[in-house]
């Protein structure tokens, strides 16, 4: 069964503290998104990546990194510099075309300890 | 800019009532797409639809129906015969594709209640 699959699906950071956000798709995907979401802020873009090897920042991507290694990966970094990190974490892919619709993990959602 | 707006913020009905959620967007393509997904509480977006530019017919799938207009820049949602079940949040999104790369624009989505 094809999908995206994000772990873990709670995550507590302590101060000063580097986590990252696991995100697999088996979908053949060559577009893979991370989104942070807020209440009553809707999706809020971080980075995205369109190919293997490349990515881009999206609005948000202060106290951020990504890597993209492989295409079904893209984990995410909550660096200490992401200095309000408790949020909701979705992960998406895409086919690399305007017309596609996004596919969405479960999320993951991180809390500050 | 690309930007979408969901001015309705959460809007409760009681089980068997028809609600209509509204999705304003502005874009300078001539040529977009636009989305409805569905965020229920367990959390991950499931996509209902897409429709593009070009095609300004209404849909109907079952009890939910979309009218888009590009006089009006909308693309709204109608649910018929709401169900408990309809109960989540439901975001309309824009793509924008500039420079070779491909995003998506969000609104800030619309949460809806349905009541027993």
């Known amino acids: 069964d094809g999908g995206i699959t994000q772990s873990p699906k709670y995550l507590f950071r302590k101060e000063g503290q580097n986590v990252t956000l696991s995100c697999e798709q088996n979908?053949?995907?060559?577009?893979m998104y991370w989104y942070r979401q807020d209440p009553g802020q809707g999706l809020r873009l971080i980075y995205y990546s369109q190919i293997v090897n490349d990515f881009q920042k999206g609005d948000i991507a202060e106290g951020y990194s990504v890597s993209r290694e492989k295409k079904e990966s893209f984990p995410l970094t909550v660096t200490s510099a992401q200095k309000n990190p408790t949020a909701f974490y979705l992960c998406?892919?895409?086919?690399?075309?305007?017309?596609?619709?996004?596919?969405f993990g479960d999320g993951t959602r991180l809390s500050i300890l | 800019a690309q930007k979408v707006t969901q001015a309705q913020t959460e809007i409760s009905v009681v089980e068997k009532e028809d609600v209509t959620l509204d999705c304003v967007y502005e874009t300078r393509d001539t040529t977009y797409y636009l989305f409805w997904y569905k965020q229920p509480p367990s959390g991950e977006l499931v996509f209902l639809i897409r429709r593009n530019s070009f095609d300004e017919q209404n849909e109907i799938s079952g009890r939910y129906s979309w009218n888009f207009q590009k006089s009006t820049s909308s693309f709204n949602f109608t649910i018929t015969a709401s169900q408990v079940v309809d109960s989540a949040v439901y975001f309309c999104a824009l793509s924008d594709a500039r420079g070779g790369t491909y995003k998506y624009i969000f609104g800030t989505g619309t949460r809806l209640k349905v009541l027993a």
């Open positions: 979908l053949n995907h060559d577009a």
């Open positions: 998406a892919s895409s086919i690399r075309d305007r017309n596609q619709p996004q596919h």
